[in-house]
Protein backbone atom coordinates (compact mmCIF):
# COMPACT_ATOMS: atom_id res chain seq x y z
CA UNK A 1 0.00 0.00 0.00
CA UNK A 2 1.33 3.39 -1.37
CA UNK A 3 0.79 6.14 1.94
CA UNK A 4 1.38 9.82 1.54
CA UNK A 5 1.73 11.35 4.40
CA UNK A 6 2.27 15.28 5.19
CA UNK A 7 5.96 15.32 4.39
CA UNK A 8 5.27 13.50 0.88
CA UNK A 9 2.90 15.92 0.23
CA UNK A 10 4.90 19.15 0.28
CA UNK A 11 7.58 16.95 -1.40
CA UNK A 12 5.23 16.45 -3.99
CA UNK A 13 4.43 19.91 -4.73
CA UNK A 14 7.95 20.97 -4.48
CA UNK A 15 8.37 18.63 -7.43
CA UNK A 16 5.36 20.17 -9.34
CA UNK A 17 6.49 23.72 -8.37
CA UNK A 18 10.32 23.20 -9.41
CA UNK A 19 9.05 21.47 -12.68
CA UNK A 20 6.93 24.50 -13.75
CA UNK A 21 10.42 26.35 -14.73
CA UNK A 22 9.87 30.04 -15.85
CA UNK A 23 6.26 29.13 -16.48
CA UNK A 24 4.22 32.42 -15.49
CA UNK A 25 0.95 31.08 -15.05
CA UNK A 26 -0.42 28.78 -12.45
CA UNK A 27 -0.38 25.01 -12.30
CA UNK A 28 -2.69 22.64 -11.78
CA UNK A 29 -1.63 20.02 -9.27
CA UNK A 30 -3.26 16.89 -8.21
CA UNK A 31 -2.20 14.26 -5.43
CA UNK A 32 -4.27 11.62 -4.61
CA UNK A 33 -3.19 9.63 -1.26
CA UNK A 34 -5.47 6.88 0.66
CA UNK A 35 -7.41 7.81 3.62
CA UNK A 36 -8.94 6.39 6.74
CA UNK A 37 -12.76 5.04 6.34
CA UNK A 38 -15.19 8.20 6.23
CA UNK A 39 -18.91 8.46 5.62
CA UNK A 40 -19.35 10.28 2.68
CA UNK A 41 -22.21 12.09 3.51
CA UNK A 42 -20.77 13.17 7.35
CA UNK A 43 -17.37 14.32 4.93
CA UNK A 44 -20.06 16.62 2.74
CA UNK A 45 -21.58 17.87 5.76
CA UNK A 46 -18.51 18.75 7.13
CA UNK A 47 -17.74 21.08 4.10
CA UNK A 48 -20.58 23.29 4.98
CA UNK A 49 -18.72 24.86 7.13
CA UNK A 50 -15.99 25.92 4.77
CA UNK A 51 -18.48 27.66 2.21
CA UNK A 52 -17.32 25.89 -0.52
CA UNK A 53 -19.68 24.71 -3.19
CA UNK A 54 -20.28 21.00 -2.81
CA UNK A 55 -21.30 17.78 -5.10
CA UNK A 56 -21.87 14.39 -4.53
CA UNK A 57 -22.26 11.00 -6.22
CA UNK A 58 -23.37 7.73 -5.12
CA UNK A 59 -23.54 4.51 -6.46
CA UNK A 60 -25.38 2.52 -4.07
CA UNK A 61 -25.48 -0.93 -5.70
CA UNK A 62 -21.56 -0.35 -6.09
CA UNK A 63 -20.84 1.31 -2.96
CA UNK A 64 -18.48 3.46 -4.74
CA UNK A 65 -19.12 7.71 -4.13
CA UNK A 66 -17.32 10.34 -4.74
CA UNK A 67 -17.66 13.27 -2.89
CA UNK A 68 -16.62 16.63 -3.87
CA UNK A 69 -15.31 20.17 -2.02
CA UNK A 70 -14.67 23.25 -3.72
CA UNK A 71 -13.92 24.35 -7.18
CA UNK A 72 -10.53 24.59 -8.17
CA UNK A 73 -11.63 24.98 -11.86
CA UNK A 74 -14.88 24.56 -14.19
CA UNK A 75 -16.30 24.22 -17.30
CA UNK A 76 -19.19 26.15 -18.56
CA UNK A 77 -20.83 26.10 -21.95
CA UNK A 78 -23.79 27.05 -23.73
CA UNK A 79 -23.31 26.31 -27.48
CA UNK A 80 -21.50 22.82 -29.14
CA UNK A 81 -21.79 21.65 -25.22
CA UNK A 82 -20.22 18.48 -25.98
CA UNK A 83 -17.49 19.18 -27.93
CA UNK A 84 -16.56 22.36 -25.87
CA UNK A 85 -16.56 20.13 -22.70
CA UNK A 86 -14.44 17.20 -24.57
CA UNK A 87 -11.68 19.44 -25.95
CA UNK A 88 -11.19 21.36 -22.98
CA UNK A 89 -11.27 17.96 -20.82
CA UNK A 90 -8.71 16.68 -22.74
CA UNK A 91 -6.65 19.66 -22.63
CA UNK A 92 -6.92 20.02 -18.95
CA UNK A 93 -5.55 16.11 -18.37
CA UNK A 94 -2.48 17.30 -20.91
CA UNK A 95 -1.99 20.08 -18.65
CA UNK A 96 -2.52 19.08 -15.26
CA UNK A 97 0.36 17.34 -13.07
CA UNK A 98 -0.90 14.51 -11.31
CA UNK A 99 0.50 12.02 -8.98
CA UNK A 100 -2.25 9.55 -8.48
CA UNK A 101 -0.35 5.64 -7.79
CA UNK A 102 -3.32 4.66 -7.27
CA UNK A 103 -5.76 5.10 -10.84
CA UNK A 104 -8.85 3.98 -9.00
CA UNK A 105 -11.81 4.98 -10.40
CA UNK A 106 -13.03 8.64 -9.45
CA UNK A 107 -9.94 9.48 -8.84
CA UNK A 108 -7.01 12.04 -9.47
CA UNK A 109 -8.54 14.54 -12.11
CA UNK A 110 -11.90 14.15 -11.61
CA UNK A 111 -14.63 16.04 -13.03
CA UNK A 112 -18.72 15.90 -11.84
CA UNK A 113 -21.25 18.03 -13.60
CA UNK A 114 -24.68 18.26 -15.74
CA UNK A 115 -26.29 19.98 -18.29
CA UNK A 116 -29.88 21.29 -19.76
CA UNK A 117 -32.42 18.93 -20.37
CA UNK A 118 -33.01 21.13 -23.83
CA UNK A 119 -30.55 24.08 -24.26
CA UNK A 120 -33.41 25.83 -26.66
CA UNK A 121 -35.95 26.13 -23.98
CA UNK A 122 -35.63 29.45 -22.79
CA UNK A 123 -34.89 29.33 -18.81
CA UNK A 124 -37.02 31.41 -16.16
CA UNK A 125 -35.61 32.42 -13.26
CA UNK A 126 -35.86 29.21 -11.30
CA UNK A 127 -32.62 27.89 -12.70
CA UNK A 128 -30.40 31.29 -12.41
CA UNK A 129 -28.09 29.55 -10.31
CA UNK A 130 -27.15 26.49 -12.86
CA UNK A 131 -25.48 27.38 -15.81
CA UNK A 132 -26.43 25.61 -18.81
CA UNK A 133 -23.54 23.40 -18.86
CA UNK A 134 -21.54 22.96 -16.04
CA UNK A 135 -18.18 19.96 -14.67
CA UNK A 136 -16.26 21.38 -12.14
CA UNK A 137 -13.12 19.74 -10.74
CA UNK A 138 -13.27 19.89 -7.31
CA UNK A 139 -10.70 20.94 -4.28
CA UNK A 140 -10.96 18.02 -2.38
CA UNK A 141 -12.53 14.67 -3.85
CA UNK A 142 -13.63 11.75 -1.18
CA UNK A 143 -13.75 8.73 -3.31
CA UNK A 144 -14.70 5.37 -1.67
CA UNK A 145 -14.66 2.21 -3.68
CA UNK A 146 -15.56 -0.55 -2.05
CA UNK A 147 -13.45 -0.74 1.53
CA UNK A 148 -11.00 1.63 0.07
CA UNK A 149 -10.95 5.72 0.23
CA UNK A 150 -9.00 8.00 -1.57
CA UNK A 151 -8.30 11.97 -0.90
CA UNK A 152 -7.41 13.83 -4.28
CA UNK A 153 -6.04 17.42 -3.49
CA UNK A 154 -6.48 19.53 -6.55
CA UNK A 155 -4.29 22.91 -6.34
CA UNK A 156 -3.30 25.58 -8.17
CA UNK A 157 0.49 26.49 -7.59
CA UNK A 158 2.58 29.44 -9.06
CA UNK A 159 6.37 29.18 -9.00
CA UNK A 160 6.54 31.66 -5.89
CA UNK A 161 4.73 29.15 -4.38
CA UNK A 162 6.00 27.71 -0.61
CA UNK A 163 5.09 24.05 -0.04
CA UNK A 164 5.46 24.47 3.49
CA UNK A 165 2.22 27.13 3.38
CA UNK A 166 0.43 25.36 0.56
CA UNK A 167 0.27 21.87 2.73
CA UNK A 168 -0.37 24.02 5.86
CA UNK A 169 -3.16 25.78 4.15
CA UNK A 170 -4.11 22.22 3.00
CA UNK A 171 -4.03 20.42 6.35
CA UNK A 172 -5.95 22.75 7.65
CA UNK A 173 -8.99 22.31 5.35
CA UNK A 174 -8.85 18.75 5.95
CA UNK A 175 -9.10 18.41 9.71
CA UNK A 176 -12.51 20.63 9.06
CA UNK A 177 -13.45 17.88 6.19
CA UNK A 178 -12.71 14.55 8.52
CA UNK A 179 -14.92 15.20 11.86
CA UNK A 180 -16.54 12.33 13.04
CA UNK A 181 -20.13 13.33 14.24
CA UNK A 182 -22.92 15.03 12.34
CA UNK A 183 -26.04 16.63 14.34
CA UNK A 184 -29.02 15.14 14.01
CA UNK A 185 -31.38 17.76 12.60
CA UNK A 186 -35.40 17.72 12.60
CA UNK A 187 -36.94 17.88 9.60
CA UNK A 188 -38.28 21.05 8.38
CA UNK A 189 -42.47 20.88 8.12
CA UNK A 190 -43.82 21.85 4.43
CA UNK A 191 -45.92 24.57 4.70
CA UNK A 192 -47.01 25.00 1.48
CA UNK A 193 -47.39 22.91 -1.56
CA UNK A 194 -48.09 24.57 -5.18
CA UNK A 195 -48.02 22.93 -8.64
CA UNK A 196 -50.06 23.19 -12.06
CA UNK A 197 -53.59 22.89 -11.46
CA UNK A 198 -54.41 18.57 -12.12
CA UNK A 199 -56.59 19.46 -15.03
CA UNK A 200 -54.51 21.67 -16.74
CA UNK A 201 -51.53 19.17 -16.62
CA UNK A 202 -54.19 16.38 -17.77
CA UNK A 203 -55.09 18.75 -20.70
CA UNK A 204 -51.78 18.65 -21.85
CA UNK A 205 -51.36 15.13 -22.12
CA UNK A 206 -54.75 15.10 -24.08
CA UNK A 207 -53.22 17.82 -26.22
CA UNK A 208 -50.16 15.09 -26.72
CA UNK A 209 -52.23 12.56 -27.40
CA UNK A 210 -53.71 14.42 -30.58
CA UNK A 211 -50.23 15.32 -31.69
CA UNK A 212 -48.95 11.56 -31.18
CA UNK A 213 -51.98 10.64 -33.46
CA UNK A 214 -51.69 13.51 -36.04
CA UNK A 215 -48.16 13.74 -36.43
CA UNK A 216 -48.06 9.96 -36.37
CA UNK A 217 -45.58 10.18 -33.20
CA UNK A 218 -45.06 7.45 -30.89
CA UNK A 219 -44.35 9.14 -27.61
CA UNK A 220 -43.90 12.28 -25.74
CA UNK A 221 -42.68 12.45 -21.92
CA UNK A 222 -44.12 15.39 -20.07
CA UNK A 223 -43.64 16.45 -16.77
CA UNK A 224 -44.60 18.47 -13.75
CA UNK A 225 -42.97 20.46 -10.59
CA UNK A 226 -43.97 20.83 -7.37
CA UNK A 227 -42.92 23.39 -5.51
CA UNK A 228 -42.81 23.14 -1.50
CA UNK A 229 -42.05 26.15 1.07
CA UNK A 230 -40.78 24.34 4.26
CA UNK A 231 -40.95 26.13 7.79
CA UNK A 232 -36.81 26.72 7.50
CA UNK A 233 -34.05 25.62 5.77
CA UNK A 234 -33.43 22.08 3.70
CA UNK A 235 -30.21 20.17 5.64
CA UNK A 236 -29.32 18.78 2.20
CA UNK A 237 -26.92 16.55 4.10
CA UNK A 238 -30.01 14.76 5.77
CA UNK A 239 -31.41 14.68 2.64
CA UNK A 240 -28.63 12.62 1.20
CA UNK A 241 -28.86 10.61 4.42
CA UNK A 242 -32.23 9.58 4.28
CA UNK A 243 -32.32 8.69 0.13
CA UNK A 244 -29.46 6.67 0.50
CA UNK A 245 -31.15 4.61 3.30
CA UNK A 246 -34.38 4.57 1.07
CA UNK A 247 -33.40 4.14 -2.62
CA UNK A 248 -31.51 0.82 -3.25
CA UNK A 249 -30.79 0.18 -7.00
CA UNK A 250 -30.70 4.31 -7.66
CA UNK A 251 -27.45 6.69 -7.71
CA UNK A 252 -27.98 9.62 -4.89
CA UNK A 253 -26.86 12.65 -6.27
CA UNK A 254 -26.27 16.69 -5.47
CA UNK A 255 -24.61 19.44 -7.04
CA UNK A 256 -24.40 22.61 -4.98
CA UNK A 257 -25.08 26.27 -7.09
CA UNK A 258 -24.73 29.00 -4.89
CA UNK A 259 -28.23 28.68 -2.66
CA UNK A 260 -29.43 25.97 -4.85
CA UNK A 261 -29.13 22.72 -4.55
CA UNK A 262 -29.80 19.91 -7.30
CA UNK A 263 -30.58 16.44 -5.29
CA UNK A 264 -31.99 13.29 -6.45
CA UNK A 265 -31.97 9.59 -6.55
CA UNK A 266 -32.67 8.42 -9.82
CA UNK A 267 -32.61 4.84 -10.85
CA UNK A 268 -31.54 5.49 -14.21
CA UNK A 269 -28.45 5.02 -15.32
CA UNK A 270 -27.37 6.57 -18.89
CA UNK A 271 -23.72 5.19 -19.59
CA UNK A 272 -20.85 3.95 -17.67
CA UNK A 273 -17.42 3.60 -18.89
CA UNK A 274 -14.28 1.73 -17.73
CA UNK A 275 -11.76 2.01 -19.73
CA UNK A 276 -13.35 0.74 -23.16
CA UNK A 277 -16.14 -1.32 -21.70
CA UNK A 278 -19.48 0.21 -21.79
CA UNK A 279 -22.99 -0.37 -19.99
CA UNK A 280 -25.91 1.67 -20.44
CA UNK A 281 -29.30 1.02 -19.33
CA UNK A 282 -33.04 0.95 -20.84
CA UNK A 283 -35.80 1.80 -18.40
CA UNK A 284 -39.05 2.44 -19.03
CA UNK A 285 -42.83 1.75 -17.82
CA UNK A 286 -43.45 1.82 -14.24
CA UNK A 287 -46.02 0.30 -12.24
CA UNK A 288 -46.59 0.95 -8.40
CA UNK A 289 -45.47 -1.58 -5.50
CA UNK A 290 -47.54 -3.65 -4.23
CA UNK A 291 -48.57 -4.10 -0.41
CA UNK A 292 -47.59 -7.76 0.20
CA UNK A 293 -45.29 -9.56 -1.38
CA UNK A 294 -48.47 -11.67 -3.09
CA UNK A 295 -49.64 -8.27 -4.54
CA UNK A 296 -45.92 -6.68 -5.71
CA UNK A 297 -45.38 -10.21 -7.92
CA UNK A 298 -49.06 -9.35 -9.45
CA UNK A 299 -48.34 -5.98 -10.31
CA UNK A 300 -44.40 -6.89 -11.97
CA UNK A 301 -46.54 -9.96 -13.58
CA UNK A 302 -49.01 -7.73 -14.90
CA UNK A 303 -46.26 -4.86 -15.88
CA UNK A 304 -44.36 -7.44 -17.55
CA UNK A 305 -47.46 -8.46 -19.82
CA UNK A 306 -49.19 -4.47 -20.61
CA UNK A 307 -48.54 -3.80 -24.21
CA UNK A 308 -48.36 -0.11 -23.11
CA UNK A 309 -46.02 -0.40 -21.12
CA UNK A 310 -43.67 -2.90 -23.23
CA UNK A 311 -44.66 -0.82 -26.19
CA UNK A 312 -42.96 2.59 -24.04
CA UNK A 313 -40.12 0.18 -23.02
CA UNK A 314 -39.22 -0.86 -25.94
CA UNK A 315 -38.78 2.76 -27.77
CA UNK A 316 -36.25 3.18 -25.36
CA UNK A 317 -34.11 -0.04 -26.30
CA UNK A 318 -34.60 0.29 -29.87
CA UNK A 319 -32.89 3.95 -29.60
CA UNK A 320 -30.33 2.71 -26.92
CA UNK A 321 -29.30 0.04 -29.43
CA UNK A 322 -29.25 2.46 -32.73
CA UNK A 323 -27.06 5.12 -31.12
CA UNK A 324 -24.77 2.44 -28.90
CA UNK A 325 -24.28 0.64 -32.07
CA UNK A 326 -22.61 3.52 -33.77
CA UNK A 327 -20.06 3.48 -31.22
CA UNK A 328 -19.19 0.54 -29.95
CA UNK A 329 -18.66 -3.16 -30.77
CA UNK A 330 -20.05 -6.41 -29.46
CA UNK A 331 -23.18 -4.53 -28.56
CA UNK A 332 -25.69 -7.44 -26.50
CA UNK A 333 -28.71 -6.77 -25.25
CA UNK A 334 -31.31 -9.25 -24.27
CA UNK A 335 -34.71 -9.33 -25.71
CA UNK A 336 -36.68 -9.35 -23.36
CA UNK A 337 -36.42 -6.54 -20.41
CA UNK A 338 -37.01 -7.78 -16.76
CA UNK A 339 -39.08 -6.05 -14.04
CA UNK A 340 -36.45 -3.87 -11.70
CA UNK A 341 -37.77 -2.94 -7.95
CA UNK A 342 -37.58 0.46 -6.43
CA UNK A 343 -39.26 1.47 -2.97
CA UNK A 344 -42.08 3.27 -4.11
CA UNK A 345 -42.62 1.79 -7.75
CA UNK A 346 -40.95 -0.97 -10.42
CA UNK A 347 -39.74 -0.46 -14.13
CA UNK A 348 -38.98 -2.14 -16.92
CA UNK A 349 -35.31 -2.37 -17.38
CA UNK A 350 -33.21 -3.68 -20.24
CA UNK A 351 -29.30 -3.54 -19.79
CA UNK A 352 -27.18 -3.15 -22.69
CA UNK A 353 -22.90 -3.83 -22.89
CA UNK A 354 -20.60 -2.83 -25.50
CA UNK A 355 -17.58 -2.32 -26.07
CA UNK A 356 -16.24 1.50 -27.04
CA UNK A 357 -14.84 2.10 -30.67
CA UNK A 358 -11.17 3.62 -30.69
CA UNK A 359 -11.21 7.28 -31.22
CA UNK A 360 -14.94 7.22 -28.86
CA UNK A 361 -15.37 8.61 -25.70
CA UNK A 362 -18.07 8.59 -23.27
CA UNK A 363 -19.42 12.20 -24.53
CA UNK A 364 -19.83 10.91 -27.81
CA UNK A 365 -22.04 8.73 -26.41
CA UNK A 366 -24.03 10.97 -23.82
CA UNK A 367 -24.43 13.30 -27.02
CA UNK A 368 -26.22 10.19 -29.16
CA UNK A 369 -28.04 8.56 -26.19
CA UNK A 370 -29.24 12.30 -24.81
CA UNK A 371 -32.29 12.60 -24.27
CA UNK A 372 -33.66 9.19 -24.75
CA UNK A 373 -37.14 8.49 -25.32
CA UNK A 374 -37.62 7.74 -21.24
CA UNK A 375 -37.19 11.47 -21.13
CA UNK A 376 -37.96 12.98 -24.51
CA UNK A 377 -39.76 10.81 -26.98
CA UNK A 378 -40.41 9.47 -30.31
CA UNK A 379 -39.41 10.93 -32.99
CA UNK A 380 -36.62 12.81 -30.99
CA UNK A 381 -37.15 16.16 -32.59
CA UNK A 382 -40.67 16.23 -32.85
CA UNK A 383 -41.26 15.38 -29.20
CA UNK A 384 -38.63 17.63 -27.91
CA UNK A 385 -40.75 20.70 -30.31
CA UNK A 386 -43.91 19.33 -28.42
CA UNK A 387 -42.50 19.40 -24.71
CA UNK A 388 -40.66 22.77 -25.65
CA UNK A 389 -43.76 24.68 -26.48
CA UNK A 390 -46.57 23.30 -24.03
CA UNK A 391 -45.09 21.63 -20.92
CA UNK A 392 -45.57 24.26 -18.69
CA UNK A 393 -42.14 23.89 -16.41
CA UNK A 394 -38.33 24.99 -16.73
CA UNK A 395 -37.01 21.13 -16.19
CA UNK A 396 -33.47 23.08 -16.15
CA UNK A 397 -31.22 19.67 -15.40
CA UNK A 398 -33.78 17.38 -14.78
CA UNK A 399 -34.32 14.98 -17.01
CA UNK A 400 -30.71 15.30 -17.90
CA UNK A 401 -27.44 13.34 -17.84
CA UNK A 402 -25.71 14.41 -14.74
CA UNK A 403 -22.09 12.29 -13.32
CA UNK A 404 -18.69 11.75 -13.37
CA UNK A 405 -15.51 10.90 -15.09
CA UNK A 406 -11.94 11.02 -14.46
CA UNK A 407 -8.48 11.04 -16.15
CA UNK A 408 -8.07 7.17 -15.91
CA UNK A 409 -11.11 6.69 -18.38
CA UNK A 410 -13.68 5.85 -15.75
CA UNK A 411 -16.66 7.65 -15.80
CA UNK A 412 -20.68 7.38 -15.55
CA UNK A 413 -23.55 9.35 -15.84
CA UNK A 414 -27.22 8.91 -14.98
CA UNK A 415 -30.51 10.64 -16.07
CA UNK A 416 -31.54 13.07 -13.27
CA UNK A 417 -34.89 11.80 -12.91
CA UNK A 418 -36.54 11.53 -8.89
CA UNK A 419 -34.63 15.14 -7.95
CA UNK A 420 -35.54 17.92 -6.66
CA UNK A 421 -33.96 21.31 -7.14
CA UNK A 422 -33.41 22.68 -3.47
CA UNK A 423 -33.13 26.61 -2.47
CA UNK A 424 -32.94 27.25 1.02
CA UNK A 425 -36.61 26.66 2.57
CA UNK A 426 -38.22 26.03 -0.72
CA UNK A 427 -37.86 23.38 -3.38
CA UNK A 428 -39.19 22.15 -6.84
CA UNK A 429 -39.73 18.61 -7.49
CA UNK A 430 -39.89 17.16 -10.60
CA UNK A 431 -41.72 13.91 -12.50
CA UNK A 432 -42.81 12.69 -15.52
CA UNK A 433 -43.51 9.81 -17.71
CA UNK A 434 -44.09 8.62 -21.08
CA UNK A 435 -47.70 9.40 -23.03
CA UNK A 436 -48.17 7.24 -25.60
CA UNK A 437 -51.36 6.40 -28.16
CA UNK A 438 -53.07 5.05 -25.64
CA UNK A 439 -52.46 6.45 -22.30
CA UNK A 440 -55.35 8.03 -19.93
CA UNK A 441 -54.35 10.90 -18.52
CA UNK A 442 -56.02 10.13 -14.92
CA UNK A 443 -53.33 7.42 -15.00
CA UNK A 444 -50.17 9.28 -16.40
CA UNK A 445 -51.21 12.23 -13.34
CA UNK A 446 -51.10 9.07 -10.73
CA UNK A 447 -48.41 7.82 -11.83
CA UNK A 448 -46.22 10.72 -11.49
CA UNK A 449 -47.65 11.53 -8.03
CA UNK A 450 -45.60 7.90 -7.30
CA UNK A 451 -42.79 9.70 -8.97
CA UNK A 452 -42.62 12.89 -6.78
CA UNK A 453 -42.31 10.26 -3.58
CA UNK A 454 -38.98 9.44 -3.61
CA UNK A 455 -38.01 13.25 -2.60
CA UNK A 456 -40.92 13.78 -1.12
CA UNK A 457 -40.57 11.58 1.79
CA UNK A 458 -37.47 12.47 2.68
CA UNK A 459 -38.67 16.45 2.28
CA UNK A 460 -41.02 15.38 4.99
CA UNK A 461 -44.06 14.45 2.75
CA UNK A 462 -47.00 12.28 3.02
CA UNK A 463 -46.83 10.17 -0.63
C1 LIG B 1 -39.57 10.78 -16.49
C2 LIG B 1 -39.46 10.00 -15.42
O1 LIG B 1 -39.29 8.63 -15.53
C3 LIG B 1 -38.92 8.00 -16.74
C4 LIG B 1 -38.05 6.88 -16.37
C5 LIG B 1 -38.55 5.63 -16.12
C6 LIG B 1 -39.89 5.34 -16.41
C7 LIG B 1 -40.68 6.24 -17.05
C8 LIG B 1 -42.07 5.90 -17.42
O2 LIG B 1 -42.49 4.75 -17.22
O3 LIG B 1 -42.81 6.78 -17.86
C9 LIG B 1 -40.16 7.56 -17.50
O4 LIG B 1 -39.89 7.45 -18.86
C10 LIG B 1 -39.48 10.54 -14.06
O5 LIG B 1 -39.35 9.78 -13.11
O6 LIG B 1 -39.59 11.79 -13.91
Redesign the pocket.
Given at each position: MIEVQGQQVEELLREAINQMGLKQSAQLVSITKRVEAQDPVLFFASAAKLNKERCFWMSTKDAFSVVGVGNVFEINANEDRFQYIEETWKKLIDDVWVYNPFKAPGTGLVTLGGLDFDPKKPRTDLWNDFPRLQFKIPEYILTKNNSDFYLTINIKVCKDDHPIQLLKAIETVETKLFQTAKEQLDLPKIIHKKMIAPEQWKNTVQRAKQEIQQKQMDKI?L?REMRLTFSKQVDVSQVLSDLIDKQSNSYIFAFEQSDSCFVGA???RLVRVENKKLLSTC????APRGATEEEDQRIAAMLFQDPK?RE??DF?VQMIKQGINKYCTDVQIPDTPVVYPLKNLQ??YTPVTGVLKDGYTIFNVIKELHPT???GGVPRDLSMTFIRNNEQLDRGW??APVGWLDSNNYGEFA?A???ALIQEDEASL?????IVKDSDPEEEFA??EI?FSPMLTVLGGQP
Open positions: VATPELAGTNEHVHLPALYGVIRSFAGCGETK
